[in-house]
């Protein structure tokens, strides 16, 4: 399997959460939810690096997390941006010439199997882009400025985007600078790719793999850490 560096963006605040702490600095059971997240990497064979982005208030804090982390792993701490996507970019700017393939995990998302994670470095060794999702299960409707409801798109074809987002190294830096140079701003490092014209695949993921955002997800994530438990 390629050698794979991760990047994690945890410069986010608490604020939809109702915390003062940044919400991958907040605890489940005796861990941060950033320690869990890295967790379910490390416990890959193919992971040279992993380079956090965060404020500058919690690079220290950061840096603490390394001490639990194998010394065989390179542990990068960068300072985030204003916006995601800018604190990908600076991360991306140390990552490691022994990396082949480049994985983007959200802080905040603790349970992604790492069996996912393995089947999307194969896709993206392959193919270039391979990203985890689940099909849409709601009906989704598209409005207009006034909120009148314009069209209803087939729900058969709709996958709620999660991450990782795993990618060859060439092809995220490629996309990662042509944004810049652009100003184009993604929702999602995909977005970055496909705008290129990457190729991405979708790797069925589960809805295990929550993204921590608000009170009921953190309850959520509580019950689930205890049944792993």
Known sequence: MQKLSL???????????GSDIPKP???????????YAISRFTA????????????????STVKGIAGNISSDIDFVVVEGGRERQFSIHNALQHVSGEAELVAVHDA????????LIAECCEVAAKIG???????????????????????????SVLW????????????????YRSAIDTEYVGTDDASLVEKIGGQVHMVEGDRENLKITYPVDLKIAELILSEHE
């Open 108 to 115: 905040v998302r603790p349970f992604i199997r790492p069996h």
């Open 44 to 59: 890959l064979p193919n992971l040279v690096q992993v380079i956090v982005a965060t404020s500058k208030g919690y690079i």
């Open 160 to 175: 709620q985007a999660q991450t990782p987002q795993v990618f060859r190294k060439s092809l995220i830096i490629e996309a």
């Open 129 to 155: 882009g391979a990203i985890i999702g689940v099909p849409a299960k709601d009906t989704i409707k598209k409005v207009n400025e006034i909120g009148r409801v314009i069209e209803t798109p087939d729900r």
């Open 25 to 35: 600095f907040i605890k489940i059971g005796d861990k941060t939810i950033l320690e």
């Open 7 to 17: 990047i994690i963006p945890a410069a986010g605040s608490g604020v939809r959460l």
